[in-house]
């Protein structure tokens, strides 16, 4: 083996092994599926998904070192950006498009969401609710923008310029005729529990929601 | 000292030229209408072509490169121009796959081209060689492969002229492309790129000894012109950091200007003694001829003017590299074909190298750019079910 294989092998996550979100994320993908992931990052889940479950994956990545790292594992990932790049792309190619932990980062998440739901027969969404309680006292008590595991950068240099809670959520999704056909709340570690996403319980207790989605009817 | 470029001496051709020829006895009709043949392919490979003939690569070369990819060049003795890529154990590793590079069309190191005899008139062609396009080389390499008996390559890969012929074979024969990677190059030549290589033509035209193109009779060659043309090249494929770095402002083998035109910076000797080295492997007529095919390359406007179309129904696994430097093929070259591909629902990977190397960049040693590639063909041999050594 070659300096270079050997690293790559060292460096490629080990199917199975994966962060609790994405876990749950790959659960909702059916086996040989075509996936689109946007904002891959690594590669984690991609990687997951086409070593575990057969798919077809894709990957966008803002970051050239994200997308880099994925196509040396042998990952299709070009590099790209929610906002712009997802126009491109034919309605329907993909039976999911997935979006994890990135929509507060983008700059028109109403778009991105449309246009997610329009690539992919159904899209996953998942994002930090800034509903939870923890976010909440914060601000109130502290009286500083809050910070949490899935929010860890200060103010002044987070990516994340358009948080919400997951009322929110559910609310753009009633606008714009968005189906929510599974909703997952999820601790602060990605594990889920049991709540009417819809309640307020789930907008106080839940550090984040994961949707699956569907494209409005025509 | 001369204040010009030296003329180089006048180099016989080289007859012993190691390596393969294949001849195409039948005749045909190039983009321009004229048909052209027989023809001569040469060409080189590394490596075993399996038993079921699905580990062959086939590598493009560019605008000056040649088939000799990996082994001493057989006039110059310098390394193969892709050696910190191909040989064993290498990212294109001739234990593992078959490779094959050919010189190009209308090229001087063994393929047809304007130096050698036209049949008909038992004269040198010169300018009545036809004028030939990058779907030109590629319907001609395409014989080669059909002769090889390889019904569909692994990989076709190639840089900047070599990025063309890729995206020209993964569009005229993508059944016949699992995997393609074009590397530092467009999906069209920029007015930026033809600025460019006219220049290069008009320095070689203007050279007494050009002859109007039949300097092969008169017994000397154009070698002032044709090295101003490489001369003016080598900085569009190098960067200004990169020169910068080389460079600087350092004076060469003296301590103070000279007041004159003799060549005072390192720079100025580094560009002569590319242009003099260049005019030893190459001819000036081929270099016409070469450069025109880039300038006539539009990928799009053989689809109707939309780039996307070329791609409609694609399999081929592609790989899209540039390089941040490089501005004669800049990575917003590299994007519009990725977006194509996009568009096309194409598998597509796309990485933009970072590095202060220019376009010259995909022939040196660049770990990231390396490591990339190893694993988008690693990927592609699982898929193609190709075992590793």
Request: net charge negative; charged share 20%.
């Amino acid at each position: 083996m070659s300096p270079d294989r050997r690293d790559a092998a060292l460096l490629a996550p080990a199917p199975g092994e994966i962060r609790a979100d994405l876990r749950l994320v790959a659960s909702m993908i059916d086996a040989g599926a075509r996936v689109l992931d946007v904002g891959c990052g690594d590669g984690e889940l991609l990687y997951h998904l086409v070593h575990t479950k057969d798919v077809d994956g894709r990957g966008m990545e803002l970051s050239q070192s994200g997308v880099n790292a994925c196509v040396r594992h042998g990952l299709s990932v070009i590099q790209g950006d929610a906002d712009h790049d997802l126009e491109a792309y034919p309605s329907g190619a993909f039976d999911y498009a997935v979006l994890s932990q990135t929509l507060p980062a983008t700059r028109n998440p109403r778009r991105v969401v449309a246009n997610l739901v329009r690539i992919g027969r159904r899209a996953i969404v998942s994002f930090p609710n800034f509903g939870h309680w923890r976010v909440r006292l914060d601000l109130l008590l502290r009286g500083r923008m809050p910070m949490s595991q899935l929010l860890s950068t200060p103010w002044y240099e987070t990516p994340n310029i358009h948080l919400c809670t997951i009322r929110d959520f559910l609310a753009l999704c009633d606008e714009d005729g968005i189906a929510i056909e599974r909703s997952i709340t999820l601790d602060g570690q990605g594990r889920p529990f049991t709540l009417n996403p819809a309640g307020g319980p789930a907008n106080l207790l839940a550090a984040q929601g994961l949707f699956l989605l569907s494209r409005p009817a025509r | 000292m001369s204040l010009l470029v030296p003329s180089p001496p006048v180099v016989s051709p080289v007859t012993d030229r190691p390596g393969s020829s294949l001849v195409v006895k039948e005749a045909h009709v190039l983009d321009c209408g004229v048909t052209l043949g027989p023809t001569t392919i040469a060409y080189q490979t590394y490596g075993t072509l399996n038993a079921d003939r699905s580990n062959a690569i086939l590598i493009c070369h560019a605008l000056t490169g040649d088939q000799y990819v990996a082994e001493p060049h057989p006039v110059t003795g310098k390394p193969g121009w892709w050696e910190t890529l191909v040989g064993p154990g290498k990212v294109l590793d001739t234990e593992r796959y078959f490779l094959i590079c050919a010189n190009v069309l209308g090229g001087c190191m063994g393929s047809s081209g304007p130096s050698d005899i036209n049949p008909a008139t038992g004269g040198v062609w010169g300018l009545s060689f036809p004028v030939i396009t990058i779907a030109d080389m590629v319907r001609e390499q395409k014989h080669l492969i059909d002769h090889l008996g390889i019904e569909q390559l692994f990989c076709v890969i190639g840089g900047s002229m070599g990025g063309m012929q890729v995206l020209q074979w993964a569009t005229s024969y993508p059944d016949r492309v699992f995997a393609a990677v074009p590397i530092a190059t467009a999906a069209r030549h920029s007015a930026q790129n033809i600025a460019f290589h006219e220049l290069g033509r008009q320095a070689i035209m203007a050279d007494p000894n050009w002859c109007g193109g039949n300097y092969h009779e008169s017994g000397v060659r154009p070698g002032r012109g044709l090295a101003v043309a490489r001369m003016a090249a080598h900085i569009t494929y190098l960067s200004e950091q990169a020169l910068h770095r080389k460079f600087g402002r350092n004076l060469q083998d003296r301590r103070a200007l000279t007041y004159g035109f003799d060549a005072d910076f390192q720079v100025e000797n580094y560009l002569r003694h590319q242009g003099i080295t260049f005019v030893e492997r190459f001819d000036a007529n081929s270099y016409l001829y070469i450069t025109r095919a880039c300038d006539y390359f539009d990928l799009a406007a053989e689809h109707g003017g939309v780039l996307a179309s070329a791609f409609t129904g694609t399999r081929t696994r592609f790989c899209v590299i540039s390089f941040t430097s490089d501005w004669l093929y800049p990575t917003s070259e590299s994007r519009s074909v990725v977006h194509a591909l996009t568009v096309a629902a194409a598998n597509v990977s796309f990485v933009e190298i970072e590095t202060d190397k220019g376009h010259d960049a995909f022939l040196l040693e660049e770990p990231e750019f390396h490591a990339t590639l190893r694993g988008f063909l690693d990927g592609c041999a699982q898929h193609r079910g190709l075992d590793h050594p």
